[in-house]
């Protein structure tokens, strides 16, 4: 839990409470396997609504209604031409050469697997499987945006401003990822994080315990970032005023749609990545929270949003934890909280149910019986 965010005036429920946009942002390396294409600075999704559809149903003579109601722009798409990374936009393309890609651009080396950074990024593929909830190219960039900067010492101070505990000593709680099981890993991924990215200015961050405090600080910071151009679609087409018949048409219409994609392409149907907001970082968790943060211009671009009435001077909540998540008992909640965050939650919630039975959630007791490979496994895919 960090210092809290208040809110200097009265705020109603579904009012924006803010937009931030991020310091640093990254998609995750496992977009490209599922074949999701996003812009690499923003990552608004660059297909059109349709073609996201057509993918992700597997059946490519599907045809949307109302095809305006699509905001992709492919005519604005560019790409760097040393490595051909895609972007959205002219703006996004420069915004990126500007602050971090002119270190990151892999040129003509794009597809060697020898280059310093294609070998970091696949012992990042083969350690941690999807989903992920953060990636070893935030930290990256983080890296990129310091050495490019005119202004280093400025950039490494926006960068202290976020948590970076490695255990919370009060409460002799270690982040998960920083455990004895993960040693290994963990000092690979810095030796190729050296060789890939070392810059002077940054020393303390490629020692044993400034990795380990990057590392802390990704994990306990990255915001998840979901971005779909089927759903700005579908948004887009609900807000259309039509006569009744046409309107039950089109909600039966994408009411099936939804069903038959998560028939065919399950649960990972966003391009996601993640990215640091000084803003947000900065709110504390509640189990009932009366704020809870959403994409809805389809980039990186994070809106907080209230749940209910904000009186000034109360302080803003968002949970860490997602619904189903929530939904469990307060001994499982704490226990992923204290995992990934380092502390105890104390909210109205859970000190309501604090004479519960200290019972963990049906799924947990179920992986409960799992052999150590597995357990590592599964944690691994929680950064």
């Not at 087409?237 to 038959?260: T, V």
Request: aromatic share 8%; net charge negative; hydrophobic share 35%.
């Amino acid at each position: 839990q960090g210092k809290g965010l208040f809110a200097t005036k009265n705020i109603l429920k579904g009012e924006t409470v803010f937009v931030e946009r991020p310091v640093v942002s990254s998609q995750f390396l496992w977009n490209a396997l599922y074949n999701y294409r996003a812009c690499d600075h923003c990552l608004r999704a660059l297909e059109t609504a349709e073609e996201n559809a057509q993918r992700l149903l597997g059946k490519s003579s599907l045809v949307l209604p109302h095809p305006e109601q699509c905001s992709i722009r492919k005519d604005l798409h560019q790409q760097c031409p040393r490595c051909q990374v895609t972007y959205c936009s002219a703006e996004c393309k420069q915004a990126a050469l500007e602050q971090y890609h002119q270190v990151l651009c892999l040129g003509p080396s794009r597809d060697d697997p020898t280059h310093p950074l294609n070998k970091l990024q696949e012992a990042w593929r083969n350690m941690h499987y999807p989903p992920e909830t953060s990636s070893i190219m935030l930290m990256a960039r983080m890296v990129a945006t310091v050495k490019q900067a005119k202004d280093k010492e400025w950039w490494i101070k926006v960068f202290s401003q976020f948590c970076n505990k490695t255990a919370n000593e009060e409460e002799e709680i270690v982040h998960k990822l920083l455990g004895d099981k993960f040693k290994g890993q963990l000092e690979l991924l810095r030796l190729l994080f050296t060789e890939a990215l070392y810059d002077e200015h940054l020393s303390r961050w490629f020692t044993p315990e400034g990795f380990r405090s990057l590392f802390a600080l990704v994990g306990t910071n990255g915001q998840g970032i979901g971005t779909s151009s089927l759903s700005q679609w579908v948004h887009a087409c609900d807000a259309l005023d039509l006569p009744m018949l046409q309107r039950e048409e089109l909600d039966a219409f994408i009411d099936q749609l939804y069903k038959d994609i998560e028939k065919e392409s399950g649960e990972f149907l966003n391009c996601e990545g993640s990215g640091l907001y000084v803003l947000q970082s900065c709110c504390n968790h509640s189990c009932i929270p009366n704020a809870e943060t959403s994409f809805p211009e389809n980039n990186f671009l994070l809106h907080l949003t209230a749940l209910e009435d904000i009186e000034a001077g109360e302080e803003i909540c968002i949970s860490y934890l997602d619904c189903c998540q929530r939904e469990q008992s307060r001994h499982s909640r704490n226990k992923i909280l204290r995992e990934n965050y380092l502390f105890t939650c104390s909210c109205p919630k859970c000190l309501a149910q604090a004479d519960d039975a200290d019972m963990t959630s049906d799924e947990e007791e179920e992986g409960e019986g799992e052999t150590d490979d597995a357990e590592l496994e599964d944690e691994m895919t929680d950064v």
